[in-house]
């Protein structure tokens, strides 16, 4: 099928809008669940102990500075626009059509690898946990990823498309449980006063003696770990009141996240001890909350830390699946792609755009797991497939990121939009998303300055988002339609006019069709 066809496939009849139905929780359990903190907190810190060293809670807060410079943009946007497509629609109703078919193509590869290589995690997780129940088996009974691969795909296709409603409360339940375990550990911890003999060292979060460079590179690793704090844009058709429950989802994510992840880091990096011998236990970890759990309070709760990052890693494949298939929706709903993908089942959910994106990432895996590739030196095919995705997927979202910083500073300063937002906040509005600018083009730069080989995870990344800039200039048929369906569903008439004059469809054409 060509691109022309696809321009030429009209949306569906039956492609109605969601109904606005879900509650502010449903829209902060899709972005915490997309975010996984148990995840990251219990694999996210490893690679930063021979980096930074001690200095890991340090690069968690800068971190956090930097991520609450691209949610900003994202608030500021959903506060007037909300999309099924998340970037898609709030890029392609601010800068053009062409523009958010590029960045929702963007953001499209981005969760489609997250998906993907979270399913390979939790296979992963899955297999340490029958280890852990196995104490003192010199070789414990293990199961094939790739079986565990294809149960769980199957799970997760039975529950595709379902009321979201539903599984956002099976998500929350998942995330609360290990969130709830963080903070035992934590608090157990610091009962214990850290490890001996360093204890509590609060030097963890000053920049005394820091290798600035070496920080500033260790800060793409705790960025990305905030990466899907904006899932829930993706719910903005399906929320009540929107404008004021996205941004709220939003900003909800992001503080309790933030105040997570460094209060968590800062924790873990005292429980191992600030030495040398302490960093070098914390950068061998293959789980650092179930070894600190084993430490700190007994083997029992070490086997639960490594259950809950389980149950986390299959519950984010199920939040980033949900996601993709919103925004797999909104393209055919829209015209491009199969007018079958833009159909909402009767709950009221794009069921087989969802089962779509299960179904890829199944297929991804078993072809990987029967090839041995990618080979990236952990030791386990299954991190190997979920390292190498999740990095494709994560430099394909900073790009998505980058273009509604650019879209943010046009909201505020173009006259079309005046009228939406009173022209307030200008000053804020343009400079904070342009620090955000810049902090993503660092992360971009540092995940892809040292790829080698052409099929590098972060190249690959690259690659797609190319491929959705040739697509959105190349095919003029999609781009229109594109632009004439957002017209109607932002209610923004003529949208287009100002920014991609090519492509505007007049609102006589536009009753025609």
């Given at each position: 099928m060509t691109s022309n066809d696809l321009a030429d496939s009209p949306p569906s009849d039956h492609a109605a809008a969601p109904k606005r139905k879900l509650p502010l929780w449903a829209?902060?359990?899709?972005?915490?669940?997309?975010?996984?903190?148990?995840?990251?907190?219990?694999?996210?810190?490893?690679?930063?102990?021979?980096?930074?060293?001690?200095?890991?809670?340090?690069?968690?807060?800068?971190?956090?500075?930097?991520?609450?410079?691209?949610?900003?943009?994202?608030?500021?946007?959903?506060?007037?626009?909300?999309?099924?497509?998340?970037?898609?629609?709030?890029i392609g109703g601010t800068i053009g059509p062409r523009a958010g078919f590029f960045s929702g193509f963007a953001m499209l590869g981005a969760y489609v690898g997250f998906s993907t290589g979270t399913l390979a995690l939790a296979a992963a997780f899955l297999n340490a946990l029958l280890a852990g129940l196995q104490p003192g088996v010199a070789h414990p009974f293990q199961l094939p990823w790739p079986a565990v691969i294809v149960v769980?795909?199957?799970?997760?296709?039975?529950?595709?498309?379902?009321?979201?409603?539903?599984?956002?409360?099976?998500?929350?339940?998942?995330?609360?449980?290990?969130?709830?375990?963080?903070?035992?550990?934590?608090?157990?911890?610091?009962?214990?006063?850290?490890?001996?003999p360093t204890g509590f060292d609060f030097s963890t979060l000053s920049l005394s003696g820091v290798n600035v460079s070496a920080?500033?590179?260790?800060?793409?690793?705790?960025?990305?770990?905030?990466?899907?704090?904006?899932?829930?844009?993706?719910?903005?058709?399906?929320?009540?009141?929107?404008?004021?429950?996205?941004?709220?989802?939003?900003?909800?994510?992001?503080?309790?996240?933030?105040?997570?992840?460094?209060?968590?880091?800062?924790?873990?990096?005292?429980?191992?001890?600030?030495?040398?011998?302490?960093?070098?236990?914390?950068?061998?970890?293959?789980?650092?909350?179930?070894?600190?759990?084993?430490?700190?309070?007994?083997?029992?709760?070490?086997?639960?830390?490594?259950?809950?990052?389980?149950?986390?890693?299959?519950?984010?494949?199920?939040?980033?699946?949900?996601?993709?298939?919103?925004?797999?929706?909104?393209?055919?709903?829209?015209?491009?792609?199969?007018?079958?993908?833009?159909?909402?089942?009767a709950k009221g959910g794009p069921r087989r755009s969802t089962r779509l994106v299960v179904v890829f990432t199944m297929l991804a895996l078993v072809v990987s797991a029967a090839t041995g590739w990618p080979v990236l030196g952990t030791g386990s095919a299954a991190i190997d497939a979920y390292t190498y995705f999740a990095t494709a997927g994560a430099v394909?979202?900073?790009?998505?990121?980058?273009?509604?910083?650019?879209?943010?500073?046009?909201?505020?300063?173009?006259?079309?939009?005046?009228?939406?937002?009173?022209?307030?906040?200008?000053?804020?509005?343009?400079?904070?998303?342009?620090?955000?600018?810049?902090?993503?083009?660092?992360?971009?730069?540092?995940?892809?300055?040292?790829?080698t080989g052409a099929a590098a995870d972060g190249l690959v990344g690259l690659y797609w988002c190319l491929l959705g800039l040739v697509l959105a200039f190349a095919a003029s048929k999609i781009a229109r339609r594109v632009g004439a369906q957002l017209a109607r569903e932002l209610d923004l008439p003529g949208l287009g006019k100002e920014l991609d004059p090519v492509h505007h469809v007049p609102a006589a054409e536009e009753g025609t069709r």
């Amino acid at each position: 099928m060509t691109s022309n066809d696809l321009a030429d496939s009209p949306p569906s009849d039956h492609a109605a809008a969601p109904k606005r139905k879900l509650p502010l929780w449903a829209a902060l359990a899709l972005s915490l669940a997309t975010v996984g903190p148990t995840l990251a907190m219990a694999g996210n810190g490893q690679g930063l102990a021979g980096s930074v060293g001690k200095s890991i809670p340090l690069v968690f807060v800068i971190g956090a500075v930097g991520v609450a410079l691209v949610g900003y943009g994202f608030m500021r946007l959903t506060r007037h626009l909300n999309h099924a497509g998340s970037a898609y629609g709030l890029i392609g109703g601010t800068i053009g059509p062409r523009a958010g078919f590029f960045s929702g193509f963007a953001m499209l590869g981005a969760y489609v690898g997250f998906s993907t290589g979270t399913l390979a995690l939790a296979a992963a997780f899955l297999n340490a946990l029958l280890a852990g129940l196995q104490p003192g088996v010199a070789h414990p009974f293990q199961l094939p990823w790739p079986a565990v691969i294809v149960v769980g795909g199957v799970v997760s296709f039975l529950m595709a498309g379902r009321d979201v409603a539903l599984i956002a409360k099976v998500l929350l339940a998942i995330e609360g449980v290990g969130i709830v375990a963080m903070i035992v550990l934590v608090v157990a911890i610091f009962v214990h006063g850290g490890a001996k003999p360093t204890g509590f060292d609060f030097s963890t979060l000053s920049l005394s003696g820091v290798n600035v460079s070496a920080v500033l590179s260790g800060v793409v690793a705790a960025f990305l770990s905030y990466a899907g704090f904006e899932a829930c844009a993706s719910l903005g058709e399906e929320t009540n009141d929107p404008k004021r429950n996205i941004p709220r989802a939003l900003f909800g994510t992001l503080l309790l996240i933030s105040v997570l992840f460094i209060v968590v880091m800062f924790a873990q990096t005292i429980g191992f001890g600030t030495n040398a011998a302490g960093l070098k236990a914390f950068a061998n970890s293959s789980n650092t909350l179930g070894d600190l759990g084993d430490t700190y309070i007994g083997t029992w709760f070490g086997v639960i830390a490594v259950f809950t990052a389980t149950c986390a890693a299959f519950g984010c494949h199920m939040a980033t699946a949900a996601t993709s298939g919103r925004m797999l929706y909104a393209f055919a709903r829209d015209g491009f792609g199969p007018a079958a993908l833009g159909v909402l089942d009767a709950k009221g959910g794009p069921r087989r755009s969802t089962r779509l994106v299960v179904v890829f990432t199944m297929l991804a895996l078993v072809v990987s797991a029967a090839t041995g590739w990618p080979v990236l030196g952990t030791g386990s095919a299954a991190i190997d497939a979920y390292t190498y995705f999740a990095t494709a997927g994560a430099v394909s979202l900073m790009i998505a990121y980058f273009m509604v910083e650019v879209a943010a500073v046009l909201f505020v300063n173009h006259q079309r939009f005046r009228p939406m937002h009173g022209g307030g906040g200008r000053v804020l509005g343009t400079l904070l998303p342009t620090l955000g600018g810049i902090v993503i083009a660092l992360v971009i730069w540092f995940n892809v300055k040292d790829s080698t080989g052409a099929a590098a995870d972060g190249l690959v990344g690259l690659y797609w988002c190319l491929l959705g800039l040739v697509l959105a200039f190349a095919a003029s048929k999609i781009a229109r339609r594109v632009g004439a369906q957002l017209a109607r569903e932002l209610d923004l008439p003529g949208l287009g006019k100002e920014l991609d004059p090519v492509h505007h469809v007049p609102a006589a054409e536009e009753g025609t069709r």
